[in-house]
Structure formats: structure tokens, C-alpha cells
């Protein structure tokens, strides 16, 4: 069993820049896939970003594209996601989540397993 706990949310202006990061617990951290998830207000959540378990896949909902990285450190067991040129549009709750190595890239959040608390991101105009 995976723990994730996020920090780094904050507010900041449009064009601005955030880093999430995400601390997991637990000794078969690098076995996961790793990914970032946000939610709005009424909206559904929705993908953002996913590492594969080694690091080497990485993928981004098209929207974040050129703008946001997600990386991992297995020794350190973190999963970071630097956020620049924020836009309003990025304004949600941010959530860490995990899912086993063996599964394939998903970009539905009902098929992953462990989620942390969410941190919020609030970009003003």
C-alpha cells in the first residue's frame, strides 16, 4: 500500500509559477506509475500527468503541454510537478495519485489506486 501526501499549492498570478510536490510512504514506491490529477469546482477530475515507474514514459493532458513537468526521485520516494505560465484555467485541486507498474498509462482517475488529499491551486487573473 502506497500513502501520498501533497504540499505546495498556494495562490499565485496568471503567468506564474507553482511546484507540487507529492511524499509517498511505503517500500515499493518505484514499482508504481505516479500521476497528477486536478479537480475544479463542478467539474470532474480530471488527468494532468503521468511517470511511468522508471521515469521513462511521461505523459501530459494536452492542455499543460510545454507549460508543466512531472518528475520522480524513487530514492527520495517524491513525485514533483513544476507548473509555469499558470492560467486561470489551472485553478483546482491538485492531486497526487499512484497505480501499480503492472497496469498500462490511464488517463481515467477511477483506475488508479491510491490518491493523497489534494492541495489547491488557485491562479488569479
Known amino acids: 500500500q502506497v500513502q501520498l501526501v501533497e504540499s505546495g499549492g498556494g495562490l499565485v498570478q496568471t503567468g506564474g509559477s507553482l511546484r507540487l510536490s507529492c511524499a509517498a510512504s511505503?517500500?515499493?514506491?518505484?514499482?508504481?506509475?505516479m500521476g497528477w490529477f486536478r479537480q475544479a469546482p463542478g467539474k470532474e477530475r480530471e488527468f494532468v500527468a503521468f511517470i511511468s515507474r522508471s521515469g521513462q514514459s511521461i505523459y501530459y493532458t494536452d492542455s499543460v503541454k510545454g507549460r508543466f513537468t512531472i518528475s520522480r526521485d524513487n530514492a527520495k520516494m517524491t513525485v514533483d510537478l513544476q507548473m509555469n505560465s499558470l492560467k486561470p484555467e489551472d485553478t483546482a485541486v491538485y492531486y497526487c495519485?499512484?497505480?501499480?507498474?503492472?497496469?498500462?498509462?490511464?488517463?481515467?482517475?477511477?483506475?488508479?489506486?491510491?490518491w493523497g488529499q489534494g492541495t489547491q491551486v488557485t491562479v488569479s487573473s
Open positions: 511505503g517500500r515499493t514506491f518505484s514499482s508504481y506509475h
Open positions: 495519485a499512484s497505480t501499480p507498474g503492472s497496469n498500462c498509462y490511464n488517463m481515467d482517475y477511477r483506475g488508479w489506486n491510491y
